[in-house]
């Protein structure tokens, strides 16, 4: 361990001795931005920089149970991302079941799985569902990996579940119409029963969402960090905390 090594722990120690146990977040959103760039940057290929991601990940989580987080929700796979070439996504998928599998297997968190699973490889989401029923009943750390994920297409298959359920218990379009608000959309969200993200964390610089959580994060902080994910370190995290932590929320003022 080098001399900067120790000085940012150090400073990592004084951060976390300062936050307010009252202030930290339930439920944090991290969009894992920059693994290519991060691999290009180190003349490697885009799979290396996936692989050092996802090695990332244990780290984080980690991070969120020593400040008792409830939820932590994590961007591994967009939507838009499907469409890249197959020889980049299959690398890719193995990347992410591996990681998966990895998560489920430390027996300390509840693995949700979420987004468009139908769009993904049938071994990929079959062992995706799996990890999802084996680790329900885990008392730790709640762990959405949003994959095949895009946020207008959970709104759309919110409405699509909705307009199912009413379909089958007879209520008219009429009647539904009338009775229709938000609470019904949401409890039909990859994340129902779920508290919406309190704090949202992009890497990389990129300072938009890109469709992440788009209805969940109507009263969320933003904290939008330079660093390349697979470079995210646990003083870049405790920053995002500290600068949530010292906002005035005002839930849509």
Not at 31 to 38: A, E, K, M, S, T
Not at 52 to 61: N, P, S, T
Not at 132 to 159: F, K, P, Q, S
Request: hydrophobic share 40%; net charge negative.
């Amino acid at each position: 361990m080098g001399l900067r090594d120790v000085l940012y722990g150090v400073y990592a120690g004084r951060i976390a001795r300062s936050l307010d146990p009252d202030q930290i977040p339930r439920h944090v959103g991290v969009i894992l931005d920059g693994n290519r760039r991060w691999a290009k940057a180190y003349g490697e290929q885009a799979s290396a920089g996936h692989r050092r991601g996802a090695d990332k990940i244990h780290e984080l989580l980690s991070w969120c149970e020593e400040l008792h987080v409830e939820v932590v929700t994590l961007w591994l796979l967009s939507t838009d991302n499907l469409s890249r070439p197959a020889v980049e996504l299959a690398p890719l998928y193995a990347i992410i079941e591996q990681a998966v599998t990895g998560l489920a297997e430390t027996g300390r968190w509840a693995v949700h799985p979420m987004g468009a699973l139908d769009l993904l490889p049938d071994s990929t989401a079959r062992l995706l569902k799996e990890i999802d029923e084996r680790t329900a009943g885990n008392d730790g750390l709640h762990v959405n990996v949003a994959i095949g994920y895009g946020g207008r297409r959970e709104i759309a298959d919110a409405v699509r579940s909705l307009l199912h359920e009413h379909a089958t218990l007879g209520t008219t379009i009429e009647d539904l119409a009338l009775l229709l608000d938000v609470e019904h959309i949401a409890e039909h969200l990859y994340t129902k029963g779920q508290p919406d993200p309190d704090l949202v964390i992009r890497t990389s610089g990129e300072q938009r969402l890109s469709g992440f959580l788009l209805w969940q994060s109507a009263h969320s902080e933003f904290y939008f960090c330079e660093a390349y994910w697979p470079d995210f370190r646990k003083v870049d995290f405790l920053r995002a905390i500290r600068a949530f932590a010292a906002r005035n929320r005002r839930f849509g003022s």
